[in-house]
T-cell receptor
Framework: DTAVSQTPKYLVTQMGNDKSIKCEQNLGHDTMYWYKQDSKKFLKIMFSYNNKELIINETVPNRFSPKSPDKAHLNLHINSLELGDSAVYFC?????????FGPGTRLTVL | AQKITQTQPGMFVQEKEAVTLDCTYDTSDPSYGLFWYKQPSSGEMIFLIYQGSYDQQNATEGRYSLNFQKARKSANLVISASQLGDSAMYFCAMRESGGTSYGKLTFGQGTILTVHP
């Protein structure tokens, strides 16, 4: 009964490819997020959706496109992958003040 | 300007002792929340404790307590009776909500805690 799940856990791909990361939460939360953790462990918000509506877009390249088909899902599609996209991507969801994170997806671009 | 500052890149503590991880923040929003997360070597982000800016008392959750000093803009995490399993990276984070419930989290740089037997 995982609260926030992400697939895949690991993703290794070549530069220039397009890839997607899926996120699902079964907590009934209204708000979902994508965060990026770089090689120095710094975490930064990328996007936030509230009730399927985009509310935060933190100057992320437009190669990154989030999609929220319903309140329980927030997927991240990345076009034309670059070396600098290598990172751990975390999905999170919240109700009221606390955000709960998924296990993370480690993306490696070769 | 850095909104969340964790000045201790690494901390060491003996098992069963208490340890304090420092966090200072900067905001002009009167309504904000402060959080601590733990990231073990396995990589997941585990929520530990939350303090609201209007909360009168310091938050506590089991062995974790948050020493909230509003005037100093500090929100230090105190872990009592350290255990080997507490060895991890710890992140302080702030949510400036302006009254909304879905503000983004801004994270500090993290502190690596190592608990020695």
């Amino acid at each position: 009964d995982t609260a926030v799940s992400q697939t895949p856990k690991y993703l290794v791909t070549q530069m220039g490819n397009d890839k997607s990361i899926k996120c699902e939460q079964n907590l009934g939360h209204d708000t979902m997020y994508w965060y990026k953790q770089d090689s120095k462990k710094f975490l930064k918000i990328m996007f936030s959706y509230n009730n399927k509506e985009l509310i935060i877009n933190e100057t992320v390249p437009n190669r990154f496109s989030p999609k929220s088909p319903d309140k329980a899902h927030l997927n991240l599609h990345i076009n034309s992958l670059e070396l600098g996209d290598s990172a751990v991507y975390f999905c999170a969801s919240s109700h009221r003040h606390t955000q709960y994170f998924g296990p993370g997806t480690r993306l490696t671009v070769l | 300007a850095q909104k969340i500052t964790q000045t201790q890149p690494g901390m060491f503590v003996q098992e069963k002792e208490a340890v304090t991880l420092d966090c200072t923040y900067d905001t002009s929003d009167p309504s904000y929340g402060l959080f601590w997360y733990k990231q073990p070597s396995s990589g997941e982000m585990i929520f530990l404790i939350y303090q609201g800016s209007y909360d009168q008392q310091n938050a506590t959750e089991g062995r974790y307590s948050l020493n909230f000093q509003k005037a100093r803009k500090s929100a230090n995490l105190v872990i009592s009776a350290s255990q080997l399993g507490d060895s991890a990276m710890y992140f302080c984070a702030m949510r400036e909500s302006g009254g909304t419930s879905y503000g983004k989290l801004t994270f500090g740089q993290g502190t690596i805690l190592t608990v020695h037997p």
